[in-house]
């Protein structure tokens, strides 16, 4: 199968046939706990890197090195580097086997002042432009971090009806999406579970996502798969790390973990990109601890 294939159409068809396999009737909605019911197309295991944490210097070198190693999708950083990179990207990309995961960079919408809330989606606007542009699935973006300016209820609401909704209406039509990254209390205690950025997802609408990071999950949530499942066909993107240290996976020893998870991703059918968000032991070897990577998340979504 073409990696490429979920990416295709608008941003709400594209984004949610990341995991669109999942369908829930109304019926079902109203009796109680909502039943799944069995994905039309299973769910893959497409494995992901940052563009830091990939091995090589150039562009080529880099993209290559995922093709050759099992990889199905990329991770870009936001900001300037899309600007400047976004011709050579299509360029190396065309004819390859990978896709365009999202872009991930700092973001902050609880200012006080309106003009500073304004003039951050101003900065993302364009951004939202070139991920379309590149066929991405989105931008990830953190509403809040640290002691966010606004009250709670006066900052989701700028958010879900203001800030967050213009940039969702911008991202669906370029044909990408926003991507809600819930972090954990350490980090900002505004957003912290799963099931709360899928609220705000809908509450947005069409090209708004949520995304679930095993790191943060591991503070914050009871379940990896219920986590997941509280998404649904929101769910668009995740991280993973070592879950002791947020290192890449496997340095953690039997902490690492992720059955669970992957459990509520197949139920899914979820076949966005799981992603490497963790940091290298510089003692070891920074390739073969990616490839230990790959060789024990394909054993556990074996076994899951």
């Not at 995991?19 to 009737?25: E, K, L, M, P, Y």
């Not at 809908?202 to 379940?223: A, L, N, Q, Y």
Request: net charge neutral.
């Amino acid at each position: 199968m073409m990696r490429r294939d979920f990416l295709l159409g608008s941003a709400t068809a594209g984004v949610a046939a990341v995991s669109a396999t999942q369908r829930i009737s109304a019926q079902e909605q109203t009796a109680g706990m909502p039943r799944l019911t069995p994905p039309e197309k299973p769910a893959e295991l497409n494995l992901c890197l940052q563009w830091g944490a990939i091995p090589g210097t150039e562009m080529k070198e880099k993209l290559d090195f995922l093709e050759a190693n099992g990889f199905a999708a990329v991770e870009l950083p936001s900001g300037p580097w899309l600007f400047d990179n976004v011709e050579a990207m299509k360029k190396a990309m065309a004819g390859r086997r990978l896709f365009i995961a999202t872009a991930c960079g700092p973001s902050d919408f609880s200012y006080v002042e309106a003009e500073k809330r304004d003039a951050e989606v101003a900065k993302f606007l364009p951004q939202l432009e070139v991920l379309g542009a590149l066929k991405s699935v989105g931008l990830i973006l953190c509403p809040a971090r640290s002691k966010p300016g606004l009250p709670f209820p006066e900052l989701r609401d700028d958010f879900v009806n203001n800030t967050g909704k213009k940039l969702a209406e911008h991202a669906a039509k370029q044909g990408t999406s926003i991507v809600l990254e819930p972090l954990q209390r350490a980090e900002t205690k505004f957003l912290r579970q799963v099931a709360d950025g899928a609220a705000m997802a809908r509450d947005i609408g069409p090209g708004c996502t949520v995304m679930g990071d095993f790191w943060h999950m591991s503070k914050e949530e009871t379940s990896f798969m219920g986590a997941f499942l509280s998404a649904g066909k929101l769910l668009s993107h995740v991280h993973i790390a070592s879950l002791k240290n947020r290192k890449v996976p496997g340095v953690d020893g039997p902490a690492d973990n992720y059955v669970d998870g992957f459990k509520g991703l197949k139920l899914l059918g979820y076949r966005g990109a799981v992603s490497l968000e963790g940091g290298f032991p510089k003692e070891m070897d920074k390739t073969q601890l990616i490839l230990n990577m790959v060789k024990l998340l394909r054993e556990q979504w074996a076994m899951a």
